[in-house]
């Protein structure tokens, strides 16, 4: 949602190689196309890449993009040093504390 959208682009800018942060540039890529025809195309290229992944592999990054989350919100949400303009209502939303509260 928007909420976390707030925090992906807080954070992202400095942490671009993390999991999140790869699939928010890809869909704020998404959102720059213009014609359906493309967006069908990038998300099927998308879907052929995870579903080539072993699963392994896949378990691993679903482990690492939750650990990123974490620490995304953990940062996001510091009291001893918050980012620029950091908007409260992240850290206060109910279910963003509960899915990524360390």
Sequence with gaps: ???RELMLSSYCPTHADLTPCKTHLFLKEMRK???????KKMLIER????KAMPPDERKKMTSETKAAFKAM????????????????AVCEHKMLNRLYSV
């Design 1 to 3: 949602g928007k909420l």
């Design 33 to 39: 196309t213009k014609t359906l025809e493309e967006k």
């Design 47 to 50: 879907q052929a890449k995870m």
């Design 73 to 88: 919100y953990a940062a996001y949400c510091s009291t001893a040093s918050p980012p620029p303009g950091r908007n409260n």
